[in-house]
């Protein structure tokens, strides 16, 4: 029995409450079959499903990540929330790609609480893919240190991310679905990751009066009263909202290219 036969891969699923879960339990109670491995995390909606999980899933050691929610303009809510999930798992997947991940290693689909042998269909064609692709780095021909190190950047950069493509990641495409493959291109997300932002503190023009430190979303910015601030460049999310809240007679803020 050659090694990759014996792989047994890591596969987390996210799916939603109303359509997908439904599915894995009419598969559950009609005893279709499908890998143990795969393990499945219910939520409300698909749309819950966030970059972050995906990316720190396999950043913690996940070989494959699904998303399942219900089928496109059937959704549990008035939000439509799937159109959500779909443009967030095109985004990750461009992301992989740009980091060397296969992004065949992240799959998205619909299933309805009455399609049971659909569900275990799906679950056995992308177990099966991420068994063929082998643990994480090694169809990707990547150290696994290396891999992990690319994917915490992107983890860094998450909010970032989030921030210059909120617009398209709350488009609902509902006359176009398909549009969604093509939404996001490699040139694109080249361009995202080589323009991240770095924002600092002039020593010589802070005057200490603290306000960037109290809107600063994650406690990046070190300082106090008559105290100099700086900006903890490992905590900082690039969200830019220090830069908006020195006041402009003091400028102190400046924003460059990492
Ligand atoms: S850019 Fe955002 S996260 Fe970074 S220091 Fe400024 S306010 Fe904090
Ligand atoms: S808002 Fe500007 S002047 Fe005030 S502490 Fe922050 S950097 Fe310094």
Same mark, same amino acid.
């Given at each position: 029995?050659?090694?990759d036969s014996?792989f047994?891969?890591?596969i ?13 339990d009419?598969?559950?109670?009609s005893?279709?079959?499908y ?5 499945l995390?219910?939520v409300?909606?698909?749309?819950r499903?966030?970059l972050?999980?995906?990316f720190?899933?396999?950043l913690?050691g ?6 399942g929610g ?6 549990h809510y008035i939000?439509h929330?799937?159109?959500e999930?779909l ?5 990750a997947g ?6 060397g991940v296969n992004?065949?290693r992240?799959?998205?689909?619909w299933?309805s609480?009455?399609e ?9 064609e992308?177990?099966s893919e ?8 090694k169809?990707?021909?990547?150290e696994?240190?290396?891999l992990?190190?690319?994917i915490?950047m992107? $983890?860094?950069l &998450?909010p970032?991310i @989030?921030?210059?493509?909120?617009d398209k990641?709350?488009?609902h495409?509902?006359?176009n679905p #398909?549009?969604?493959?093509?939404l996001?291109t490699?040139?694109?997300?080249d361009q995202?990751l080589s323009?991240?932002?770095?924002f600092?503190i002039?020593k010589?023009k802070?005057?200490a009066?603290?306000i960037c430190?109290?809107?600063?979303? $994650?406690d990046? &910015?070190?300082?106090? @009263?008559k105290q100099?601030?700086f900006?903890s460049?490992d905590?900082c999310?690039?969200?830019? #909202? ?8 003091f ?6 290219s990492a």
């Amino acid at each position: 029995m050659s090694s990759d036969s014996r792989f047994t891969p890591k596969i987390l699923g996210i799916i939603c409450n109303w359509c997908c879960y439904g599915g894995a339990d009419l598969c559950g109670v009609s005893r279709f079959q499908y890998p143990p491995y795969i393990r499945l995390i219910r939520v409300m909606c698909s749309a819950r499903a966030d970059l972050r999980h995906i990316f720190e899933a396999f950043l913690n050691g996940a070989d494959g990540m699904f998303v399942g929610g219900c089928h496109l303009d059937d959704c549990h809510y008035i939000t439509h929330g799937n159109y959500e999930a779909l443009s967030m798992v095109r985004l990750a997947g461009k992301l992989l790609e740009h980091i060397g991940v296969n992004p065949k290693r992240l799959r998205i689909e619909w299933v309805s609480a009455g399609e049971g042998i659909r569900f275990a269909n799906i679950m056995n064609e992308f177990s099966s893919e991420v068994e063929r692709l082998g643990p994480l780095g090694k169809s990707e021909g990547i150290e696994l240190s290396e891999l992990t190190s690319r994917i915490q950047m992107v $983890v860094n950069l &998450i909010p970032y991310i @989030k921030m210059s493509k909120r617009d398209k990641l709350a488009l609902h495409l509902r006359d176009n679905p #398909t549009a969604y493959d093509e939404l996001y291109t490699k040139e694109e997300i080249d361009q995202l990751l080589s323009e991240v932002p770095s924002f600092e503190i002039d020593k010589d023009k802070c005057q200490a009066c603290m306000i960037c430190l109290k809107k600063c979303p $994650v406690d990046a &910015i070190v300082g106090g @009263k008559k105290q100099v601030h700086f900006i903890s460049q490992d905590k900082c999310i690039k969200c830019g #909202t220090c830069l908006a809240a020195c006041p402009p007679r003091f400028g102190a803020i400046r924003q460059t290219s990492a």
